[in-house]
């Protein structure tokens, strides 16, 4: 009877150890995991996320709109969730790659009045893409070579002072938007035909000034610490910022004709493999202690629209963004015009405008 329960317990024992090998992976991928498409820089702020819900982050950087438009598009059941320009909100929508994010949780009590009810935020009654981050694009210019007032109108692209200074990123949307508002469009992408060709004159005037066209934000940069080129249209206040640390003599502005407003929101696609966790996820991203991060991330500075986050900013970095007050933000937003795709022309009618800017034609 003792060699029988003996063996039998030697027989247990060897099944078991058995079946823990033979499921030791299953155990060990039971942690969380999140998929997330995001623009380059937010990859800093994933390890607290990561550390305070147990959840592993898999993520994959892009360079511009049409850059996460291409990796969005030509995937699928593999992201949970997607930095959007608000841009590609509908476009993205129309294809059916959203859910709704109506009845998730999300807290935006203490964001800016305009960010609550941001309007590209939301399609028939529904949310499907909140705001986490903001910022302008108007000019950003080297203070030892252009002053505060000269850089108070896109005027100075065209002075002869700046020819052969003037450096721009590959990327239609912004440049274009900004050169149609020194035009007088208050509503940048939604000219008509006329005003579409006063625009590509514009292009034509500008590229005799112009440096260097560059294809990544590293060689804008590097450009303009370098001060190879003086003067960005388009230029966002982040670089400027990163330039300002750097110790070089660099600012932007908003000029009097207006600028460009770019925004980030976070959506979920409707083939999510971890839905809840992506919901979690954005949520976490909404709250201001995340708000404050994403705003100091060491890629780029932005604004974000929670306004406990600046309560929670160093005053060095208040200081630098130069408006954090809800009356400076409304302000700041009042002479800002949210970045969009064309309206009445094709996006194809537009980018050949670009093309031929960029051939000098």
């Given at each position: 009877?003792?060699r029988?329960l003996?063996?039998?317990?030697l027989?247990?024992?060897?099944f078991?150890?058995?079946?823990?090998?033979?499921h030791?992976?299953?155990?060990?991928?039971?942690?969380?995991?999140l998929?997330?498409?995001?623009?380059?820089?937010?990859?800093?702020?994933?390890?607290?996320?990561?550390?305070?819900?147990g959840?592993?982050?898999?993520y994959?950087?892009?360079?511009?709109?049409?850059?996460?438009f291409?990796l969005f598009?030509?995937?699928r059941?593999?992201y949970?969730?997607?930095?959007?320009?608000?841009?590609?909100i509908?476009?993205?929508?129309?294809l059916?790659r959203?859910?709704?994010?109506?009845?998730?949780?999300?807290d935006?009590?203490?964001?800016?009045?305009?960010f609550?009810?941001?309007p590209?935020?939301?399609?028939?009654?529904?949310l499907y893409?909140?705001?986490?981050?903001?910022?302008s694009?108007?000019?950003?210019y080297?203070?030892a070579h252009?002053?505060?007032?000269?850089?108070?109108s896109?005027?100075?692209?065209?002075?002869?002072?700046?020819?052969?200074?003037?450096g721009?990123?590959d990327w239609?949307?912004?440049?274009?938007?900004?050169?149609?508002?020194?035009l007088?469009?208050?509503h940048?992408?939604d000219?008509?035909?006329?005003?579409?060709?006063?625009?590509?004159?514009r292009?034509?005037e500008?590229?005799p000034?112009?440096?260097?066209?560059a294809g990544?934000?590293?060689?804008?940069m590097?450009?303009?610490g370098?001060?190879?080129?003086?003067?960005?249209?388009?230029g966002?206040e982040w670089?400027?910022?990163a330039?300002k640390r750097?110790?070089?003599?660099?600012?932007w502005?908003?000029?009097?004709?207006?600028?460009v407003?770019?925004?980030?929101?976070?959506?979920l696609?409707n083939?999510a493999p971890?839905?809840?966790?992506?919901?979690?996820?954005?949520?976490?991203?909404?709250?201001?202690?995340?708000q404050?991060a994403?705003?100091?991330?060491p890629?780029?500075?932005?604004?974000?629209?929670?306004e406990?986050?600046?309560?929670?900013?160093?005053?060095?970095?208040?200081?630098l963004?130069?408006w954090t007050?809800?009356?400076?933000?409304?302000?700041?937003v009042?002479k800002l015009?949210?970045?969009?795709?064309?309206?009445q022309?094709?996006?194809?009618?537009?980018?050949?405008a670009w093309?031929?800017f960029k051939?000098?034609?």
């Open positions: 009877m003792r029988i003996i063996s039998l317990l027989v247990a024992v060897v078991l150890g058995g079946f823990f090998a033979c030791e992976g299953w155990f060990k991928q039971k942690q969380p995991e998929n997330v498409l995001i623009w380059g820089g937010y990859e800093t702020l994933l390890a607290p996320f990561e550390k305070q819900h959840v592993k982050v898999n994959k950087t892009f360079f511009g709109g049409d850059a996460m291409a598009t030509q995937s059941g593999v949970d969730v997607v930095v959007v320009d608000p841009e590609y509908r476009k993205l929508y129309d059916g959203l859910s709704p994010l109506d009845g998730a949780g999300l935006t009590s203490s964001y800016f009045p305009y609550k009810t941001f590209l935020s939301s399609i028939d009654g529904k893409a909140p705001v986490v981050e903001f910022g694009l108007g000019l950003v080297n203070t252009i002053t505060e007032a000269e850089a108070g896109y005027a100075i692209l065209f002075d002869p002072k700046v020819k052969g200074r003037v721009v990123w239609y949307l912004p440049i274009m938007g900004v050169l149609s508002r020194s007088g469009n208050e940048p992408y000219i008509n035909d006329a005003q579409f060709d006063a625009l590509k004159g292009l034509s500008l590229r000034q112009v440096r260097a066209i990544s934000f590293p060689e804008l590097t450009a303009l370098n001060e190879d080129t003086w003067i960005v249209p388009g966002a670089s400027a910022l330039l750097q110790g070089k003599p660099f600012d502005t908003i000029p009097k004709e207006g600028g407003m770019w925004v980030d929101t976070l959506v696609p083939d971890h839905p809840e966790t992506a919901k979690l996820f954005i949520k976490w991203m909404m709250a201001p202690e995340a404050a994403l705003s100091q991330k890629a780029y500075s932005s604004y974000v629209p929670n406990k986050a600046y309560e929670l900013m160093p005053s060095e970095h208040r200081k963004l130069k007050t809800a009356a400076e933000i409304e302000a700041m009042a015009a949210v970045r969009t795709l064309p309206v022309q094709t996006e194809k009618t537009w980018q050949s093309e031929a051939a000098g034609k």
